[in-house]
């Protein structure tokens, strides 16, 4: 479990940024796109780790 403690971290971070991503939506665009971009980028780094770990022999 210890080798997937940074993907658990990257999304819940990845989490947080993109629901207040959303939550901003109406009135902040410009930082509501930021967030749900970094947001997502975040989530597929964990999705990355995810493999990594799962298929290093």
């Known amino acids: 479990m210890r080798k997937y403690a940074i993907a658990l971290y990257l999304f819940l971070i990845g989490g947080i940024l993109v629901g207040a991503g959303a939550f901003y939506k109406e009135s902040h665009a410009t930082w509501s796109t930021c967030f749900l ?21």
């Open 37 to 57: 971009v970094v947001g997502y980028t975040v989530d597929l780094a964990a999705v990355y780790f995810v493999l990594r770990t799962a298929l290093k022999k």
